[in-house]
């Protein structure tokens, strides 16, 4: 694979395409077309920009990232939980509705992709690493509760506000009494048929002998159906009169490119949000990815992926777009429909696009709840519980982790919700391998092995102490090392030797060497000499960059049984 | 030890204080007392204070460590770092010389003292271990060199200011044109005399048949007897009307217990300087404490550690001092001159009582540059540039989180470069254990053992693939292993078996758990099967609380030859 071809995938999968492949590439994307549509409005809504936004960011976003991207399924464009971190982050500094909140929307996509190809390009990806599986799915059940709630006033048809769960609650309750009937009639209609579409839906027509891949795609269908039938409805009532409120006129046409007007102050207000939008967007798009591509044993290379979830945000920030990622329900039906390539990106963009020209006057009369009856279904499928109770059975730190990131995004809001969580495991597994698991050691009688005192009967001698040290040493536990050795020493008067078993410890950092001079020292004040036993071969190549073993009042051993042998014979 | 006595250990020395043991600790205390005179006052004039804190800050917090502490010989009192921090922390919110000024001090030392209790009472002294030894050695190393440069104006007798290198050296340069000459001379006389006690005095002493230890002693009172000659010479010549900065009059009585003004926003000012104090205060000062109790063999309890420097430091607060914690050389001489317990301590707190009292009037005539040039002196011996270069030399991570340290104190401030230095340490530490050293291992022929196949001649097979991982598994690198296996797999297509072996694995959080999983999921999707060997006993015990067992393809095997074995033999 040449340098060209490694940033360029599209050159290496262009080259051998084939019509066969166009068939199936094409009939993936009329069926994510379809399922786009609705998604694209809806998921507009909840960032709080106008429809037409949605269905812009599903058509260049599509194109670049099927140019720069490594999955061959991967389906991009507007998804919920970017959609509400949207919402969040220039909710802050810009009123809904006004020009500066699309201005703020275009930014916040560019800010994010340019984001999102330097991580690429410097190989930064690794940062997306602080973000562990419990915050991440804690993240995303929050924020699934999070948006339902926020859906409900559309269900509702009532003005309603607020970022965080009590502020949604609160301000709902409020408008409770100006409830307008026919929405609420549409919008619980809808929801119905759409759990019923989700959960019942399939087997029935597995029951009338349609197979089953076709039912589950058909089963995506539901909400296009939903979206024709309350259209219609609408149209036929005049339910715009009766003070339902209507998506309205969508303008027709395409968006010309252009660079979104740069306000310095904006830009640095929206680069945190934008940082965590690329970060939550680009785990949940690789996890997908990953998953798809390891089902036909292909590959996908994530420094890659970051420049092509960066391309497909930058085509956003430039053609009137908002954040986009890969999203999961449609990148499954983008290759259980039997997309092959990139290219199936392509035509969905060019579908979307046709969609945008011809399509939008029929949707004037589409009824905001049902997009939200829509959004409600799909979030509350991201909402999982389980995931919770599995983690509170596996660990109590990881669970906290989690438990800290639900309860701040919903209590405090998305942003403070991550952080919360990512300084929380930070700080647990900073603590855990802060105290690692260090047993003193005897030899088991009649073998070479050496086993913890507190498990086993072994033999152990009153003037050699054998201290295995299960964990790398580094900055976090040097000093736990230290008061350790100190408080082993302390108790036994009759110390002449400290043999560190270094068998688990694959690294050693500066300020481990530094601990272990420093033990070396002051073992050496007390009368004791200080061996090592087991060094693996890195790290020994390492110290031998160091004055440590000058000063080492004792030996390396390369085995435990040798460091007793040979201590036992000196005696 | 009872819980009382744990958390009072003067009740377990004090109970066995005997007459000689109080003669050694009165002889130390005297020689700790004529040493601390002049650093006290040197040490307030570094923060911006009137020198009378300085004294104020070594009476009471030296009792409440004698109480609290549970080192034996540490000599608690204002250090020079922590009055850096502390006048850039309180510089940001009172003008030096002004009354907040003061109230901002003794707050500050209130604060951090009521965070040195927290953590202990809590366990938390493990959030030190954040500071690396190369972020606090290239801390203190870029903190002497800005109080040694902060100081020269003292030297020159002009007005100055700045936080931040060039700040310093710009206003420097522009009152170079006032400089005071008499002050020049003194200044300049000091520093050359205290360099010549430190370098050269103790060999005279030696060489004129004076024993080593009592040479030692005798060459850290020359700052002493540099106070006592300039002073005369102030007096006898009248520098005061030259022109000279004089110490002036220093309020003659002992400051009364009370608690400092309570201000909401500046106590919300303080907290994270008070933090980063605290943190700073501790490491340095518990490092101290543990190289003298490990010379006899004593032990220091770290967290108990935390609640006596939190008491020093509230007893500081309430009686109009200002932050303190653990000095260097101030210890080494208590220890050196023989004190035995915390008395001492005591002892001390006496004596510059007394001083406090009576002493005073005679400090008047002190020139600023006598303290100026012992302040250099002092801290230029903590400037360590051999540490950068023999970090520099061992690893380059460490090196460069050292590098921004120094970098970022010497030209952003004292606050920004320890947070931009402990915040690089954490994340080149993520980035390296998120890229562990995996190898993919063969048989050795002959043999049970498994090595790297890059590096032995080892047999394979071509559809089982044996992979060992030399890290514990946890978030940071989670991802990392998912895409390393998707990759090796991909190369492989008569892939049937991979083998995780998990010798150095000695922790699986629920990040790597869910992992683990998603390869399981991924390989059978590709029909290959996952097996797990070697894995240690803790690690077992926590899978067993988890689904991955049941829903494991593959086999736990107790050794990478079993596995091998049983594979084999199953085809």
Excluded at 243 to 259: E, F, K, M, N, S
Excluded at 299 to 317: K, V
Excluded at 459 to 476: K, M, W
Aim: aromatic letters at 6%; hydrophobic letters at 50%.
């Amino acid at each position: 694979m040449t340098r060209l071809s490694r940033h360029l995938p599209i050159l290496e999968w262009g080259r051998q395409y084939r019509s066969s492949t166009f068939t199936n590439d094409l009939v993936a994307a009329v069926i994510v077309t379809i399922m786009l549509i609705p998604q694209s409005l809806a998921y507009a809504m909840l960032a709080g920009l106008p429809p037409e936004v949605g269905l812009y960011a599903s058509i260049l976003p599509l194109v670049a990232y099927a140019i720069f991207g490594t999955s061959r399924t991967l389906a991009v464009g507007p998804v919920a939980v970017v959609s509400l971190m949207t919402a969040t982050a220039i909710g802050e500094i810009a009123a809904q509705g006004s020009e500066s909140y699309l201005v703020a929307a275009t930014l916040l996509a560019l800010i994010s992709g340019v984001m999102l190809v330097a991580m690429g390009l410097f190989r930064l990806g690794f940062v997306a690493n602080f973000l562990s599986h419990p915050v991440i799915s804690g993240f995303i059940t929050a924020s699934g509760l999070l948006i339902a709630a926020g859906q409900v006033r559309h269900l509702l048809g009532v003005p309603s506000s607020g970022h965080t769960l009590p502020e949604i609650v609160t301000s709902l309750v409020e408008n409770l009494p100006s409830t307008n009937f026919p929405t609420l009639v549409i919008g619980v209609g809808v929801l119905a048929f759409l759990y019923f579409v989700r959960l019942k839906l399939k087997s029935v027509l597995v029951a009338l002998g349609i197979k089953p891949r076709l039912s589950d795609i058909a089963t995506k269908a539901g909400p296009v159906l939903a979206v024709a039938v309350t259209i219609l409805a609408a149209a036929a009532l005049n339910l715009g009169e009766e003070g339902v409120p209507l998506v309205g006129a969508i303008p027709q046409g395409l968006p010309v490119p252009a660079l979104p007007i740069f306000d310095i102050d904006m830009i640095r207000a929206l680069a945190a949000p934008a940082l965590l939008i690329s970060l939550i967007g680009f785990v949940e798009s690789v996890s997908v990815a990953q998953t798809l591509a390891a089902k036909r044993r292909q590959r996908i290379i994530p420094d890659q992926e970051l420049i092509g979830l960066g391309a497909a945000n930058i085509a956003s920030g430039i053609s009137a777009g908002y954040p986009v990622t890969g999203g999961f329900a449609r990148s499954v039906v983008n290759f259980d429909a039997g997309a092959e390539t990139p290219a199936a990106g392509i035509y969905t963009a060019v579908g979307i696009a046709l969609a945008t020209l011809f399509l939008t006057p029929l949707l004037a009369n589409l009824p905001q709840a049902t997009l939200a009856a829509a959004i409600i279904v799909a979030v509350l499928s991201l909402v999982d519980f389980a995931a919770v109770r599995r983690v509170w059975a596996y660990s109590k730190a990881d669970f906290s982790a989690m438990a800290a990131t639900i309860l701040g995004t919903l209590f405090l809001g998305v942003e403070i919700g991550v952080v919360m969580g990512v300084l929380l495991s930070l700080l647990l597994h900073l603590y855990r391998t802060s105290r690692p698991h260090m047993a003193v050691v005897g030899q088991v009688p009649g073998t070479e092995h050496f086993r913890n005192v507190d498990r086993h009967q072994v033999i152990t001698s009153p003037d050699i102490l054998s201290l295995r040290v299960d964990e790398s040493l580094y900055f976090a536990n040097t000093r736990y090392l230290e008061d350790r050795v100190a408080e082993l020493v302390a108790d036994r008067p009759e110390l002449k030797h400290v043999v560190l078993m270094c068998s688990a410890v694959n690294a050693i950092d500066a300020s481990a060497l530094e601990s272990l001079e420093e033990i070396n020292h002051r073992l050496n004040d007390a009368g004791i000499t200080l061996h090592l036993s087991e060094v693996k071969g890195p790290v020994m190549d390492r110290l031998k960059r160091s004055h440590f073993l000058d000063d080492l009042t004792g030996s390396i051993f390369l085995s435990q049984y040798d460091a007793i042998v040979d201590l036992n014979a000196m005696r």
